[in-house]
């Protein structure tokens, strides 16, 4: 019973006095057992990453009214197993001319930027990797990196078009970091700290009810940096050629493709603990690890949100992308940040907390939209009318 | 424990290094790049005396806050300028660029 | 030798040896790589020093914004595929004279300060440092005027990036 109670703790102690008991020092055999704990923690997250090709295959089927994989094991499950051996015995090639180094060291970095999230993802009350006080920034260097991974996989190709998806998709990258650390900036000022796991301990009212636009605005910059669709330009076969990995065959490409799903399943994740209390659900108190069912099932829906924008909604164009984000997300996160600031400092004790942060967050949503509305009224006036403007100047 | 004076060698190393980059390299995005290792020497040491000398006080850290902003701030009017006489000239070599020179 | 040793060694090496490639290398691009290797050990250094706060910006504002930058001008200012030419001046000789006085000048100042071997004071658990520095950044009697002043610094290397860069439609 002691052992359920927390059981990562209770292996690390146990391991720890194994490693005492053979005569080493005591900070070296911490050092070993977090060792072996980081190299725990990825061989669980990538065995996860394995189903979710099972699930992804699944979820893009139905969506298009088929069955998805169906013949090898019981629905497909064996599905992905045969997809990594495709992928293992295929020739890595190198192109001429590429920069072998930077070439070959794209897709670990691409993997390494979705691997380094988990060591902050609270799982449950008891399992996370580390409650560093700066979590919430953490998230966004991270997203650095993968920016990082882009740029040397498209430049290292020796391939021109490899090289113009890398820069749309990093510019794009880039620009979409800004309404990113404002959605995230909001549960941290509602909570009062950085650190994640602390965040999901200060909501007793999900934050996705108190601010709900801030959810909106973080699931779609979150898109958005993953380069996932609708903001998919750099991997589009039909537009670029596959943008930043053309060039890429065999494992290193399915070290890309294993990172894109992991880090959406991840920024689902993320979505879950920010918004909707992480691990939080009923029973939690007296269970800790029950807290892991909770944020699994919260995580895996918004996973399948991700997906379910994916495959509804066509390609945005890139000038599109960026027109959207400079002139329509960043003026309404900083509205919406001093907002609900100022919502949060004047409603904060009252009765009217709940209520009155969710009709401010709509109030702000609605005046946006509007302004859009009035401005493409506008827009379609001058287009349509173009006759009576010339003829009123003579 | 760590003595500060490996902090203060370090960073006084990395300013040596950057202050080769910047005067011996003709390439003017590599000298750039040099003062970037420089500017990196002094948060280090910023950060290093913050934390041996008063950890309760937190000016070293604001200073090095302000040490990023005019660092990020510097590359970006530099890269730009460097850019923009690259489309002038068709050159990046610094002794090119010379034609104020008497 | 405590593992904080070994650990702060082996990244000062790998900040000095990066730090060197970055000014010796031949291959632009590369020498922007080495740059972030750089900057990443930079990173670990000040999460070492317990000021993680900084170690998590130099990570988002350095590599993630600037390293970027780089990489992107040295693509934009490439005359051919292959870097020709010497990379080093002349006279770097001279300069790398110049980098040892100033290394063994700055040494030599330094060893001289009663300070100089100081041990890390012990940080009491509750201090949280992020706190602390909100705090002063956002406070009249402290240093909210300078915080400001660098936010009018940022826009003014905006705009000012942006006008110098710019290219009208049409102009070659």
Request: proline fraction near 3%; avoid cysteine; aromatic fraction near 12%.
């Given at each position: 019973?002691?052992?359920?109670?927390?059981?990562?703790?209770?292996?690390?102690?146990?391991?720890?006095?194994?490693?005492?008991?053979?005569?080493?020092?005591?900070?070296?055999?911490?050092?070993?057992?977090?060792?072996?704990?980081?190299?725990?923690?990825?061989?669980?997250?990538?065995?996860?990453?394995?189903?979710?090709?099972?699930?992804?295959?699944?979820?893009?089927?139905?969506?298009?009214?088929?069955?998805?994989?169906?013949?090898?094991?019981?629905?497909?499950?064996?599905?992905?197993?045969?997809?990594?051996?495709?992928?293992?015995?295929?020739?890595?090639?190198?192109?001429?001319?590429a920069?072998?180094?930077?070439?070959?060291?794209?897709?670990?970095?691409?993997m390494?930027?979705?691997?380094?999230?988990?060591?902050?993802?609270?799982?449950?009350?008891?399992?996370f990797?580390?409650?560093?006080?700066?979590?919430?920034?953490?998230?966004?260097?991270?997203?650095?990196?993968?920016?990082?991974?882009?740029?040397?996989?498209g430049?290292?190709?020796?391939?021109?078009?490899?090289?113009?998806?890398?820069f749309?998709?990093?510019?794009?990258?880039?620009?979409?970091?800004?309404?990113?650390?404002?959605?995230?900036?909001?549960?941290?000022m509602?909570?009062?700290?950085?650190?994640?796991?602390?965040?999901v301990?200060?909501?007793?009212v999900?934050?996705?009810?108190?601010?709900?636009?801030?959810?909106?605005?973080?699931?779609?910059?979150?898109?958005?940096?993953?380069?996932?669709?609708?903001?998919?330009?750099a991997e589009?076969?039909?537009?670029?050629?596959?943008?930043?990995?053309?060039?890429?065959?065999?494992?290193?490409?399915?070290?890309?493709?294993?990172?894109?799903?992991?880090?959406?399943?991840?920024?689902?994740?993320?979505?879950?603990?920010?918004?909707?209390?992480?691990?939080?659900?009923?029973?939690?108190a007296?269970?800790?690890?029950?807290?892991?069912?909770?944020?699994?099932?919260?995580?895996?829906?918004?996973?399948?949100?991700?997906?379910?924008?994916?495959?509804?909604?066509?390609?945005?164009?890139i000038d599109?992308?960026?027109?959207?984000?400079?002139?329509?997300?960043?003026?309404?996160?900083f509205?919406l940040?001093?907002?609900?600031?100022?919502?949060?400092s004047?409603?904060?004790?009252?009765?009217?907390?709940?209520?009155?942060?969710?009709?401010?967050n709509?109030?702000?949503?609605?005046?946006?939209?509007?302004?859009?509305r009035?401005?493409?009224?506008?827009?379609?006036?001058?287009?349509?009318?173009?006759?009576q403007?010339?003829?009123?100047?003579? | 424990?760590?003595?500060?004076?490996?902090y203060?060698?370090?960073?006084?190393?990395?300013?040596?290094?950057?202050?080769?980059?910047?005067?011996?390299?003709r390439?003017a995005?590599?000298?750039?790049?040099?003062?970037?290792?420089?500017?990196?020497?002094?948060?280090?040491?910023?950060?290093?005396?913050?934390?041996?000398?008063?950890?309760t006080?937190?000016?070293?850290?604001?200073?090095?806050?302000?040490?990023?902003?005019?660092?990020?701030?510097?590359?970006a009017?530099?890269?730009?300028?460097?850019?923009?006489?690259?489309?002038?000239?068709?050159?990046?070599v610094?002794?090119?660029?010379d034609?104020?020179?008497? | 030798?405590?593992?904080?040793?070994?650990?702060?060694?082996?990244?000062?090496?790998?900040?000095?040896?990066?730090?060197?490639?970055?000014?010796?290398?031949r291959?632009?691009?590369h020498?922007?790589?080495?740059?972030?290797?750089?900057?990443?050990?930079?990173?670990?250094?000040?999460?070492?020093?317990?000021?993680?706060?900084?170690?998590?910006?130099?990570?988002?504002?350095?590599i993630?914004?600037?390293?970027?930058?780089?990489?992107?001008?040295?693509?934009?200012?490439?005359?051919?595929m292959?870097?020709?030419?010497?990379?080093?001046?002349s006279?770097?000789?001279?300069?790398a004279?110049?980098?040892?006085?100033t290394?063994?000048?700055?040494?030599?100042?330094?060893?001289?300060?009663?300070?100089?071997s100081?041990h890390?004071?012990?940080?009491?658990?509750g201090?949280?440092?992020?706190?602390?520095?909100?705090?002063a950044?956002?406070?009249?009697?402290?240093?909210?005027?300078?915080?400001?002043?660098?936010?009018?610094?940022?826009?003014?290397?905006?705009?000012?990036?942006?006008?110098?860069?710019?290219?009208?439609?049409?102009?070659?």
């Amino acid at each position: 019973m002691e052992f359920w109670s927390n059981p990562i703790k209770a292996a690390a102690d146990w391991l720890t006095g194994v490693f005492t008991g053979w005569g080493m020092p005591a900070s070296a055999s911490n050092v070993v057992v977090s060792l072996i704990g980081v190299v725990a923690l990825i061989v669980v997250v990538m065995v996860l990453d394995i189903m979710l090709v099972w699930l992804e295959r699944k979820i893009v089927a139905r969506f298009q009214d088929r069955l998805g994989p169906n013949r090898l094991g019981p629905f497909g499950l064996i599905q992905p197993f045969a997809d990594i051996i495709k992928l293992l015995i295929k020739e890595d090639t190198t192109p001429s001319g590429a920069d072998r180094v930077v070439y070959n060291v794209a897709p670990i970095l691409a993997m390494m930027a979705v691997l380094l999230l988990w060591a902050v993802l609270p799982v449950a009350p008891i399992i996370f990797g580390v409650d560093i006080n700066v979590g919430a920034l953490y998230v966004i260097a991270v997203g650095a990196i993968g920016t990082l991974a882009i740029i040397t996989a498209g430049w290292a190709s020796n391939n021109k078009y490899a090289l113009l998806g890398a820069f749309r998709q990093v510019a794009v990258m880039i620009s979409y970091e800004i309404p990113m650390v404002v959605a995230i900036l909001i549960p941290t000022m509602l909570a009062g700290t950085m650190g994640i796991n602390s965040i999901v301990e200060a909501q007793n009212v999900w934050y996705f009810w108190l601010a709900p636009l801030a959810a909106v605005l973080f699931l779609v910059s979150a898109m958005a940096e993953l380069g996932r669709a609708p903001f998919d330009l750099a991997e589009a076969e039909s537009e670029l050629v596959a943008g930043h990995h053309i060039e890429y065959s065999g494992m290193k490409f399915g070290m890309f493709y294993a990172a894109e799903l992991l880090h959406a399943f991840t920024f689902g994740g993320f979505m879950a603990a920010f918004f909707f209390g992480g691990w939080r659900g009923p029973g939690v108190a007296q269970f800790p690890l029950l807290g892991l069912f909770w944020f699994m099932l919260k995580a895996l829906i918004g996973y399948w949100v991700f997906g379910w924008i994916k495959y509804t909604m066509p390609r945005i164009r890139i000038d599109h992308m960026l027109a959207l984000n400079w002139k329509f997300l960043v003026p309404v996160s900083f509205v919406l940040l001093m907002v609900v600031a100022l919502m949060n400092s004047l409603l904060r004790g009252s009765d009217y907390y709940v209520i009155g942060m969710f009709l401010s967050n709509v109030v702000v949503g609605w005046g946006a939209l509007e302004i859009v509305r009035a401005s493409a009224r506008r827009q379609r006036k001058e287009i349509e009318t173009p006759a009576q403007t010339a003829s009123a100047h003579h | 424990m760590i003595p500060l004076s490996w902090y203060l060698v370090l960073s006084a190393a990395l300013f040596s290094v950057g202050l080769f980059g910047v005067l011996a390299r003709r390439n003017a995005v590599a000298i750039l790049l040099g003062i970037e290792l420089m500017l990196n020497s002094v948060n280090i040491n910023l950060v290093a005396f913050w934390r041996y000398l008063d950890p309760t006080r937190i000016d070293g850290q604001v200073f090095a806050i302000i040490v990023f902003a005019v660092a990020a701030a510097e590359v970006a009017v530099g890269l730009a300028l460097v850019i923009s006489v690259y489309r002038r000239r068709n050159t990046v070599v610094a002794e090119e660029i010379d034609m104020l020179k008497w | 030798m405590t593992a904080l040793q070994i650990i702060f060694l082996i990244t000062a090496g790998v900040i000095l040896a990066s730090a060197v490639m970055v000014v010796t290398t031949r291959n632009m691009i590369h020498a922007a790589l080495w740059l972030i290797v750089t900057l990443f050990g930079a990173a670990v250094l000040f999460a070492l020093l317990d000021a993680g706060f900084i170690a998590v910006v130099q990570v988002v504002v350095y590599i993630g914004a600037i390293a970027i930058l780089f990489i992107f001008a040295v693509m934009l200012t490439r005359r051919e595929m292959r870097d020709r030419g010497a990379q080093l001046n002349s006279e770097w000789w001279l300069s790398a004279v110049v980098a040892a006085l100033t290394f063994g000048g700055l040494f030599f100042l330094l060893s001289g300060w009663s300070g100089f071997s100081a041990h890390a004071p012990g940080l009491s658990s509750g201090t949280d440092t992020v706190q602390l520095l909100g705090a002063a950044l956002v406070s009249p009697d402290a240093y909210v005027l300078p915080f400001e002043v660098a936010s009018v610094l940022l826009l003014a290397a905006l705009v000012g990036a942006v006008y110098v860069a710019f290219q009208k439609k049409g102009e070659e």
